[in-house]
Each structure stands twice: as C-alpha cells, then as structure tokens.
C-alpha cells in the first residue's frame, strides 16, 4: 500500500499563485509515476500533470504553461506550481500514484484531496 500526504491549497486571487506538495509512504518502490488530479463541482475528476519515475511530465492542456510539476525522489515528494490561476483551475485536487505490477495491470492511490478556489 501506498500512503499519500497533501499540502498546500487554499484561496488565491485570479492571477496569483499556489503550490501543492505530496508527500508518499509505504510501498513506494513500485512506483511508477506521481501526479494530480482535480474535480470541480459536478464534474469528473480529470488529470491535472503527472511526473513519471524517468521525470516525463505530460500536463492537461488547460495548464499547460501555467502549472509546473516536479519531484524529489529523496523525500518521495511531487510538488505542483500554479502560476497564473484563473477561476476555472477551482477544484479539489487530489495527489495520485500509479503503480503497474504487470501487463494490464494498474494499481492507483489517492491522497485526500485539498480544496483550491480561485476568487476575487
């Protein structure tokens, strides 16, 4: 199992910024990337950016240019920068592992989500 700590979030003005950290625990050796979702009221959660064990990124295209993820494989930590927040980037967002033990196989984890609002 994998153990997963949120920080960050909050209320932020349209134009500023935020960062979130997650920090894993556990069985974190089979890991196979890191990332963060979010969810808006009344709809699907949707990939944010995700960091793969390699340090590929691949971003959603709404943030694109906007928010920044990285790691720190010495603390087991994923960090998300948030520059330039609009309205629309108001969710919970949820720090998210993946692991795949084999072929077809794929195991997530989920953090407990911390709420981010955009708001003048």
């Known amino acids: 199992q994998v153990q997963l700590v949120e920080s960050g979030g909050g209320l932020v003005q349209p134009g500023g910024s935020l960062s979130l950290s997650c920090a894993a625990s556990g069985s974190i050796f089979g890991l196979n990337a890191m990332g963060w979702y979010r969810q808006a009221p009344g709809k699907q959660r949707e990939l944010v950016a995700q960091?793969?064990?390699?340090?590929?990124?691949h971003y959603a295209d709404s943030v694109k240019g906007r928010f920044t993820i990285s790691s720190d494989n010495a603390k087991n930590t994923v960090h998300l920068q948030m520059n330039s927040l609009k309205p629309e980037d108001t969710a919970v967002y949820f720090c998210?592992?993946?692991?795949?033990?084999?072929?077809?196989?794929?195991?997530?984890?989920w953090g407990q989500g911390t709420q981010v609002t955009v708001s003048s």
């Open positions: 998210n592992a993946v692991s795949v033990p084999g072929m077809g196989l794929r195991n997530d984890y």
């Open positions: 960091i793969t064990i390699a340090g590929s990124t």
